[in-house]
């Protein structure tokens, strides 16, 4: 029966030890990933949006907005937003998309939506 004893604590730390293990591997991998997405105000036309991805996994998004255009625009998504942005000027806009699903985003400026400048990421 002292084997026995001896056994069943051994099992139990190598097991302890096991799980330990098994968390810290499967945190790291939990971590969410950051993408960065060029976004390109105002080219090819006054009023639209280019973005280097369509498409992203969930978690934190970089959007680096540039206003290439000859007027003043904004970039919206998921609650946040640029300030506005004159001719020539950019913004870092991080953002954490945490549920697959579309995210439409759009410039706030009146008329520029209804001029075309929105659109639609995928998160998955």
Do not use: W
């Not at 007027?71 to 998504?77: L, Q």
């Not at 954490?96 to 929105?118: D, I, N, Q, R």
């Amino acid at each position: 029966m002292h084997t026995s004893r001896k056994a069943s604590a051994l099992g139990a730390v190598v097991l302890g030890s096991l799980v330990a293990a098994v968390s810290a591997f499967g945190g790291a991998t939990e971590q969410a990933a950051t993408t960065t997405v060029a976004v390109t105000a105002g080219k090819p036309g006054i009023f639209s949006f280019t973005l280097s991805k369509k498409v992203v996994p969930k978690g934190t998004v970089v959007f680096k907005v540039a206003n290439k255009g000859s007027i003043a625009h904004d970039f919206k998504i998921a609650g946040k937003k640029t300030p506005n942005l004159a001719a020539g000027r950019s913004a870092t806009l991080k953002v954490v998309l945490a549920k697959s699903g579309k995210y439409p985003f759009l410039c706030t400026l009146p008329g520029h939506a209804a001029g075309g400048m929105k659109g639609v990421l995928t998160v998955k």
